[in-house]
């Protein structure tokens, strides 16, 4: 019996997955046992649509049309539990199986902790993620770094450090690093993320770790939850799965490249927030960039945390209605209210049509908030510093000491009797 903390090679007994999977096909054949034994209702997925810079959410209920969601799409950047919230009713009628990067991982707690999304109901297969590429800017890069016609390429893979490309008459293979310099590969929030195992999620799958004669042909499976664990078990035992236990070297392996994922993104942490400046050059930086914003809502609207139907930013009294730019209060708002919880998923950074820098701005806050308070967002249940506020007991300090100070209590803890 598999149980939380196992590790295994996986692959699948499938011929169709086969042919479209990444690696073993495992995420694919879980989905397809998972919606065969009625665990779940239907499965939202990721899958190309037009081409691989477009990577479509996709709700499967048939299990044989799965095989056509396989495959990593390293251009996808799209969030998948918001879509939850607002089309499946946060999935408190059915039940949801979901492939998770590290930061739609991060959202769903994040949207549980809100009581916007029923946990209980979502099965989440983790994907290892080492950084994704915006499809806007990959069109770009390959046409000016690859000089090839993005059209033309019919398939993309970040192999080995490189991000390498087939077309029409060839393949070419750049590293990421390279890429990096000048502008384009992974996402900047992607190079500041440290979530690159997701073991929030009920399994966590990679390519990380399988060496020896499995190298490229099974997936590598953490086994996070006892939900998990059973998928992994009624998939084996209906012959669509096979396992084996995984070489000791390829675990340690990668252990080693996880530790320095976080080296690499402390550094580009570093780096990002050091060019933001400090004090009030930061503050005034921030002012400057978001004095472009044309007040779109985009930002309000992709985010996983924000949430409000009657959203503050929308209320005359804080923000002047009908003016662009909007007052610096608009967005103001936003980090007070979002800062302590922002995942860093940078879906207001790429959905900006103003270009600004917006998860950069709110990570970098949120980073200071970890340091002060401890507090990091995404990983677990635990409740942001905002849900003090929202205990009795502090509203009822609050109302009877007519005090604005939400934080009182934390910077100046009322001493135990
Ligand atoms: P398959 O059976 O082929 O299923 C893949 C699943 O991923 C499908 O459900 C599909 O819908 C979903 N999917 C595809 N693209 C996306 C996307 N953009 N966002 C969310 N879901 C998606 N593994 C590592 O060990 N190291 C890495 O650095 C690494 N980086 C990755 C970066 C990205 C952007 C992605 C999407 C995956 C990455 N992976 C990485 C995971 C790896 O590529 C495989 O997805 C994983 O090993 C599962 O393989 P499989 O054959 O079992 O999956
Ligand atoms: Fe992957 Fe992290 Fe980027 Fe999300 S934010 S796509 S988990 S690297
Ligand atoms: Fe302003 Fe950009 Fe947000 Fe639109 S997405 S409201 S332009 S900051
Ligand atoms: Fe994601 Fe931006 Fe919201 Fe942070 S503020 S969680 S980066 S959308
Ligand atoms: Fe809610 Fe604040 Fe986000 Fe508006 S900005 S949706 S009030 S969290």
Redesign the pocket.
């Known amino acids: 019996m598999t149980k939380k903390g196992d590790m295994l090679y996986?692959w699948?007994n499938d011929a169709e997955?086969q042919k479209?999977?990444?690696?073993?096909?495992?995420?694919?054949?879980l989905?397809k046992y998972a919606l065969e034994s009625k665990t779940v209702d239907a499965v939202l997925?990721?899958?190309k649509g037009k081409d691989l810079y477009d990577?479509k959410p996709?709700l499967v209920t048939d299990p044989a049309q799965l095989a056509k969601?396989?495959?990593?799409?390293?251009?996808?950047?799209?969030l998948?539990p918001k879509l939850i919230k607002k089309y499946f009713n946060g999935a408190r009628d059915m039940k949801l199986g979901v492939?998770?990067?590290g930061c739609?991982a991060m959202a769903f707690y994040e949207l549980a902790k809100r009581k916007q999304i029923n946990l209980d109901n979502i099965y989440m297969?983790g994907?290892?993620?080492?950084?994704?590429v915006s499809p806007v800017l990959a069109r770009r890069m390959i046409a000016d770094k690859y000089g090839v016609d993005p059209d033309n390429v019919h398939k993309e893979e970040?192999d080995k450090g490189q991000f390498i490309i087939e077309y029409e008459g060839g393949h070419k293979g750049i590293s990421v690093d390279e890429l990096e310099e000048v502008g384009y590969g992974r996402r900047t929030n992607c190079r500041r993320c440290k979530m690159?195992i997701p073991r929030q999620a009920d399994l966590a799958?990679?390519?990380?770790?399988v060496i020896g004669p499995k190298a490229g042909k099974a997936?590598?499976v953490e086994v996070c939850s006892e939900k998990g664990a059973s998928l992994i078990d009624g998939a084996v035992k209906k012959g669509l799965l096979a396992t084996e236990a995984p070489i000791p070297k390829g675990i340690e392996i990668r252990g080693k490249?996880e530790g320095a994922m976080f080296k690499l993104g402390d550094k580009c942490r570093a780096k990002d927030f050091e060019g933001l400046g400090e004090g009030k050059d930061r503050l005034r930086k921030i002012m400057e960039e978001t004095s472009r914003c044309i007040k779109c809502y985009s930002c309000i609207s992709a985010c996983p945390i924000c949430y409000c139907v009657d959203c503050t930013t929308k209320n005359p009294v804080y923000v002047k209605t009908g003016a662009v730019p909007p007052d610096f209060m608009f967005h103001l708002i936003r980090y007070a209210h979002i800062a302590d919880s922002c995942v860093n998923c940078g879906q207001c950074e790429e959905l900006c049509p103003a270009e600004i820098p917006n998860a950069l701005f709110m990570h970098a806050q949120q980073v200071e908030l970890e340091k002060m308070f401890g507090h990091v967002p995404g990983r677990d249940m635990e409740l942001p510093l905002h849900a003090f506020v929202e205990e009795k007991a502090e509203r009822a300090r609050l109302a009877n000491t007519h005090s604005d100070m939400i934080y009182e209590n934390v910077f100046n803890p009322v001493p135990k009797k």
Do not use: R, Y
Request: net charge neutral; aromatic share 6%.
């Open positions: 996986a699948t997955i479209t999977a990444e690696l073993g096909g495992a995420v694919t054949t989905w997925v990721i899958a990577a996709t969601t396989a495959g990593s799409l390293h251009c996808g950047t799209v998948l492939t998770v990067k739609d297969i994907v290892n993620c080492g950084g994704s970040i690159k799958c990679g390519n990380w770790g997936t590598f490249v």
